[in-house]
């Protein structure tokens, strides 16, 4: 039984205590094409924004994949569950067995139909729901998201800029294109 851990955004750099439940590289754009932004402000980045699974502004970016030394799905998503610190309802999974969790049923579909294809018999990904809108009471938009990142400061800035900055090169988001073009974004880079 070979189940893939799907990673796009912090995980990729900081595995933590997933580790010893993971078996050789990232394979890189191996995984299914996943719409996401950085529309998630999260308390564990210092309130910064961090990437997440986005139906309704995400885009379509490459994901990277990790074999699992578990055989079993509910182990596999537990591990992942301990590393993201998340409620067990914020892992998803799809499994041959007929195991499937998730928030969109589009999302789960891609990565089953993406399982057949490569010949893995699960997955298990990070299903943490965007909650810029819920923070901000303002709808996320690339400039929103902006303007929110100039809001922070010391610890909570520097967070955030390393956590965009570090993400994989593929998960190449509105927010993050608009931020590479951006003065008072690359001003942060040329201090540090």
Known sequence: MNIAVIGWGSLIWDMEILS???EGAWQMQAGPLLPMEFSRISLKRKLGLVVCLDTTVGVDCATHVIRSTR???EATVEDLRARERAPLGR???VHRGGFQRGR?????????????KE???GAVWTDLEPNFEAHT???FTVEEGIRYLKTLGGESLEEAYTYIQN???QTATPLRAALAEDMWWQGIGAGR
């Open 137 to 139: 009471k303002r709808g």
């Open 119 to 121: 010949g893995w018999h």
């Open 104 to 116: 969109r049923p589009e999302v789960i579909e891609t990565v089953r139909a993406w399982c057949e």
């Open 167 to 169: 993400a994989p090169a």
């Open 91 to 93: 892992i998803g999974g």
């Open 20 to 22: 010893p439940h993971v």
């Open 71 to 73: 055989t079993d799905i």
